[in-house]
C-alpha cells in the first residue's frame, strides 16, 4: 500500500509508521505534520533515510496541501490532533481547529479525490466517564471535555461523510497508550521522568481515577489490522484490558525506578475529571486482535526506554514544556 499519514512525528504516530515499514516491506508512508509542541522529527530518525518514508511538514487543516500529497495514496491513517485533555481546558482553540476541522479537511480530499480509505483514530475519552461495564461502539457518545468532545466532532462528521456521500471511512477508539516516545507532559512518561530526577508526582484529586492502559505496539497493532480488514462505516473499539487506579499505576512507576512513594504529591484535582473509561474490544477480537504486551512488562520496557534515552526528553522538559508545567502545576 502507499499511505498518507497524518500526525506521524508524535507518539502514537511515530510508533505506527516504524511498525508499517517493519511489517509491510512493500508499504510506502508519506507523513504530514505540523510539527507542533507535540510533534518531533526525532521520533523517527531510524527511518529518515528509508527511501519508502517521506516527510512533509504541514498542517492537516490546509486543504490545499492535503489534496496535494494524499493524490494518489491508498489510505490516509489520521493520527494528526491536539491530544492532551489538560491543555484543551486552557486553550481548546486548536483543539477545535485540527480536531474537528483538520478531519473535516481530510474528509473532503478522500471524497474529491476518490482515496480508497480513511482510517480516523479516535480515543475511548468520546463515550465519557463510565461508571460500570465497559463502553460498546453502539453506546452514546458524552464526552465531558474540550478534547474529547472536539474528537467526539470529528468521529461524527467522519461517519456523518460515510453515511451521506459513501465516504470510506473506519474509526478506532482505544485506551490510554503508553510507550517510547510519548511526549512527557502524559501521565506515565511525565511520573517516570520526574522520578528519574527525584521530583514530585503531581496525583490529582484522590488518585483513584481509572484508566485502561495499551501498550502503543499493540495499537499499532490493531489499527494495522483496521486498515487493512476492517469495514467502512465501522468503529472498533482497542482497549488494553489493563485496568488500574493512578495511584496503583504511581506507585507501580515508583517501584521501577526505585524511588520512594513520598515522591507522591497529592494536588487539586483537574476540572471534569473523567472518573473510568473502559472499552468493549470484542469486536476487533473478532477480526483477530488481542493485546500481545503484558502491562508489567511493557511498562517495565517504558520505563527502561526513558531512563535509556535522556537525550530525547531531557530538551522536550526544559523549552516550552518548563513553562506549561509552571502554569499547569504551579499553584496545585
Ligand atoms: P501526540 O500529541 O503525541 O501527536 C500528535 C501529532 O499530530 C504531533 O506530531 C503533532 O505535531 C501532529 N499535529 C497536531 N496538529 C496537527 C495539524 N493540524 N496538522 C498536522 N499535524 C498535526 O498524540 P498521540 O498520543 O500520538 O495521539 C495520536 C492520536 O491518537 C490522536 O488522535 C489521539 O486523539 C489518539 N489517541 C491517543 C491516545 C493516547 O493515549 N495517547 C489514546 C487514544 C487515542
Ligand atoms: P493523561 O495521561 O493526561 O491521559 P487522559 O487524561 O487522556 O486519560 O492522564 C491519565 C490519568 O492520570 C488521568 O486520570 C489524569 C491523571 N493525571 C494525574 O493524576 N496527574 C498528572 O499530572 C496527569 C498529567 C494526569
Known amino acids: 500500500m502507499k499511505l498518507l499519514v497524518t500526525g506521524g512525528a508524535g507518539f502514537i504516530g511515530s510508533n505506527f509508521i516504524r511498525h ?56 490516509i491513517v489520521n493520527l494528526a490532533a491536539e491530544s492532551h485533555v489538560d491543555r484543551s481546558l486552557v486553550e481548546p482553540d486548536g483543539f477545535l481547529r485540527t480536531d474537528v476541522f483538520g478531519v473535516f479537511t481530510l474528509l473532503e480530499a478522500v471524497r474529491d479525490l476518490g482515496i480508497p480509505r480513511l482510517l480516523h483514530v479516535s480515543t475511548d475519552e468520546v463515550y465519557g ?40 471511512v473506519v474509526l478506532t477508539r482505544s485506551s490510554n497508550n503508553f510507550g517510547p516516545h510519548q511526549y512527557p507532559e ?49 468503529v472498533y473499539n482497542i482497549g488494553g484490558g489493563h485496568e488500574v487506579e493512578n495511584i496503583a499505576l504511581t506507585r507501580e512507576i515508583l517501584r521501577l525506578t526505585g524511588k520512594p512513594d513520598t515522591l507522591i504529591r497529592p494536588v487539586t484535582d483537574r ?40 537525550t530525547w526528553w531531557r530538551p522536550l522538559k526544559s523549552g516550552e514544556f518548563r513553562a506549561w508545567y509552571e502554569r499547569q502545576y504551579g499553584n496545585r
Open 271 to 310: 476540572p471534569g475529571h473523567d472518573r473510568r473509561y473502559s472499552v468493549d474490544s470484542t469486536k476487533i477480537g473478532q477480526l483477530g486482535w488481542a493485546p500481545r504486551y503484558p502491562f508489567a512488562s511493557a511498562l517495565e520496557t517504558t520505563v527502561r526506554w526513558y531512563r535509556e534515552h535522556e
Open 20 to 75: 508499517l515499514l517493519r511489517e509491510h516491506p512493500d508499504d510506502s508512508v508519506v507523513n504530514l505534520d505540523k510539527l507542533t509542541y507535540a510533534g518531533n522529527p526525532a521520533n523517527l530518525a531510524d527511518v529518515a533515510g528509508d527511501p519508502r518514508y517521506a516527510f512533509v511538514q504541514g498542517d492537516i487543516c490546509d486543504a490545499k496541501l492535503v489534496r496535494d500529497v494524499a493524490r494518489g495514496v491508498d489510505a
Open 186 to 234: 502524559k501521565v506515565v512518561p511525565l511520573f517516570i521522568t520526574n522520578a528519574l530526577d527525584d521530583t514530585p508526582l503531581p496525583l490529582y484529586g484522590d488518585g483513584r481515577n481509572v484508566r485502561d492502559w495499551l501498550y502503543v505496539l499493540d495499537n499499532c497493532a490493531a489499527i494495522d489490522l483496521v486498515l487493512r480488514r476492517g469495514r467502512d462505516g465501522e
Open 129 to 168: 466517564s463510565v461508571a460500570r461495564g465497559s463502553s460498546t461502539e453502539r453506546d452514546p457518545l458524552r464526552p465531558s471535555n474540550p478534547y474529547s468532545a472536539s474528537k467526539a466532532g470529528g468521529d461524527l462528521l467522519a461517519l456523518s461523510y460515510w453515511h451521506t456521500h459513501g465516504v470510506p
